[in-house]
């Protein structure tokens, strides 16, 4: 959990920029189901998806620095973090919801709403995967799986894959 407690989880920009994305694709999902012309669904696209990659790499860059040692925060209580997890699923369940419309509504059929349909699947994707990040940092037991699987590979406990895999 430390590189978790080195981001910025919690703060206002990330509040700002998580219910920004949040606020964005709440109006596509609406769009989409009242069917409005296809021109505003494909610019809420590229905004929901221009505001979850900014969203995304700030997270990213926040992890760098963490690992670097240029990041400098408190660490973040257990509460703030499943709070986050939420809110991150919930975006995630969001997005998913506006694929799953847009493909029952052969979305993915015009041409000019196709690339930004496919994008948005992607950062769903890459937003559940941070939530099951967050998860992870979380559960007591993982941090020490690296530790004890290098433990047991110097023991001789575990084989190479190179072995294995001949």
């Known amino acids: 959990m430390a590189i978790a407690n080195a981001t910025f989880i ?3 920009i990330w509040n700002a920029e998580l219910y920004g994305a949040l606020s964005i694709s709440s ?5 989409i189901a009242n069917q409005t012309a296809q021109v505003k669904i494909a610019g809420y696209f590229w905004v929901v ?5 900014s969203f995304l790499d ?3 860059s926040a992890v760098h620095g963490a690992e670097l040692g240029k990041v400098k925060s408190a660490p973040k209580g257990r509460a703030d973090v499943e709070k986050a ?3 991150v699923m919930n975006l995630h369940g969001v997005l998913d919801n506006i694929y799953q419309h847009s493909m029952r509504y052969r979305l993915n059929n015009v041409s000019r709403l196709a690339i930004g349909l496919n994008r948005l699947h992607r950062n769903a994707e890459r ?6 990040w967050l998860e992870d940092t979380l ?10 699987a290098q433990a047991e590979f110097e023991h001789g406990e ?5 072995e294995v895999c001949r």
Do not use: C, W, Y
């Not at 998806?49 to 990659?53: F, K, S």
């Not at 559960?139 to 004890?148: G, Q, R, V, Y």
């Not at 575990?158 to 190179?162: H, I």
């Open 58 to 60: 700030q997270i990213a």
């Open 158 to 162: 575990t084989v190479p894959a190179s």
């Open 85 to 87: 997890i939420s809110t």
């Open 27 to 31: 109006r596509l999902s609406a769009a």
């Open 49 to 53: 998806n221009r505001r979850i990659e």
């Open 127 to 132: 937003v559940h995967e941070l939530a099951m």
């Open 10 to 12: 919690g703060s206002d």
């Open 139 to 148: 559960n007591p037991d993982f941090k020490d799986a690296f530790a004890t």
